[in-house]
């Protein structure tokens, strides 16, 4: 019988951990070097020119590596996952106004009367997610990253960089969020079909 790989062993918590989490959570990854390589090599990811892109054996690896279902943290993951759910409705309406304005028209950006209201709105948001994802870092390591990320996203935001809500390309407010939301799912082994 081989000996497994690091890679192979769950919940290593090493550096190839921390790429097949990125590449579960965000899809792709920038990553290089002897973790991404050892990744590749266990047929985790494949290489597309500068990018790893994660395969089904990888999806299926991380799905149970990250799994905190039956573990001492499932229960505080699921409280959290309970409070997220409202504030993932609220921002969602968030986006979706700072798009559209009422009547279906597109938000061309030029009433800044109306974009601060909706930077308001994300604000209040940001502030109530706060204490979620302190609390919820403290229990799981790999959560504790959240938190400034999308603070970070929301004072480029306040700062009038627009892009910085949405943007895909980006780590977004939108972006970061999403992140988040599919790591929720990862640690308690649901599928955002089964989501109320």
Known sequence: MRESSPVDRPGNGGDDDQVLHELRVRGTSHAEGAAADTVVAAGFAIRRRSMLMLTPAGRAAADERFLLAGTPSEARVQAAYARFLPLNRSLIQICNDWQVRSGGVPNDHRDSVYDWAVIDRLVTHDEQTGPILRSLGREVARFAQYRGRLREARRAVEAGE????????????HTVWMQLHEDLLLGLGLERAEEQ
């Open 162 to 173: 627009r892009d910085w809500l949405l943007s895909p390309r980006i780590d977004s407010y």
